[in-house]
């Protein structure tokens, strides 16, 4: 079965992204907020730097293995689910 392939539009599941350059940015509908300084960007501009997207449960819903490659859907990932007690 093939992977399906993800747009931007495809990532509003997502509650944060991280890219290549470790920066980190939380979601807002179709605005990327950095983490760290604050910045916001367009999800759109920032899409093409996106390595992981995850779900408000912090499981990962999408990645990608190097720039150049497509971001591509993950099925599960129970590895990374956050713990419940």
Same mark, same amino acid.
């Given at each position: 079965?093939? !992977?399906? %392939?993800?747009?931007? &539009?495809? &990532? ?5 992204? %991280?890219?290549?350059? @470790?920066?980190?940015?939380?979601? =807002?509908?179709? &605005?990327?907020?950095?983490?760290? @300084?604050?910045?916001? !960007? =367009? ?5 093409? %730097?996106? %390595?992981?997207?995850?779900? !408000? @449960? !912090?499981?990962?819903?999408?990645? /990608?293995?190097?720039? &150049? ?9 129970? /590895?990374?689910? =956050?713990?419940?007690?």
């Amino acid at each position: 079965m093939a !992977e399906k %392939r993800l747009t931007y &539009l495809d &990532l509003k599941d997502a509650k944060s992204i %991280r890219t290549f350059d @470790n920066e980190t940015f939380i979601l =807002k509908g179709a &605005l990327a907020v950095d983490q760290d @300084n604050g910045n916001i !960007e =367009k999800l759109a501009d920032v899409y093409y %730097r996106v %390595r992981t997207a995850i779900d !408000e @449960n !912090e499981q990962i819903i999408a990645k /990608r293995k190097n720039a &150049l490659d497509e971001l591509k859907q993950v099925k599960s990932n129970k /590895r990374f689910a =956050k713990k419940s007690n």
